[in-house]
Nanobody, 125 residues
Framework: QVQLVESGGRLVQAGGSLRLSCSAS????????MAWFRQAPGKEREFVAA???????YYADSVKGRFTISRGATKNTSYLQMNSLKPEDTAVFYC???????????????????WGQGTQVTVSS
């Protein structure tokens, strides 16, 4: 079993910054993609960003230029640096892991094998 634990969500003013963290533990494959999705109230879960084992990164158009995804030195930790936050970024952010994502990453939630419990990000105007 694989466990993903997110942290870093909180209330922040518009224009501010936050860094989310996700730590993976348990019986993962040796190489995998780590990603972030988010779900706002009344909306479907949507892709935010992903980083493949190879280091390739992928972003939703809505966050390009504002968010940066990275992995820690041991590669079992993912970070999402969020700058220039907007009220429409308010959502529960989920960390996800795709054991097939070695050289590229999927934008589809259905391709991800494991999920964290989520961390709330609220951006006030």
């Amino acid at each position: 079993q694989v466990q993903l634990v997110e942290s870093g969500g909180r209330l922040v003013q518009a224009g501010g910054s936050l860094r989310l963290s996700c730590s993976a533990s348990g019986r993962t494959s040796s190489r995998y993609t780590m990603a972030w999705f988010r779900q706002a109230p009344g909306k479907e879960r949507e892709f935010v960003a992903a980083v493949a084992w190879s280091g390739s990164t992928y972003y939703a158009d809505s966050v390009k230029g504002r968010f940066t995804i990275s992995r820690g030195a041991t590669k079992n930790t993912s970070y999402l640096q969020m700058n220039s936050l907007k009220p429409e970024d308010t959502a529960v952010f989920y960390c996800a892991l795709d054991q097939a994502g070695v050289y590229s990453s999927s934008y589809s939630a259905s391709d991800y094998d494991y999920w964290g419990q989520g961390t709330q990000v609220t951006v006030s105007s």
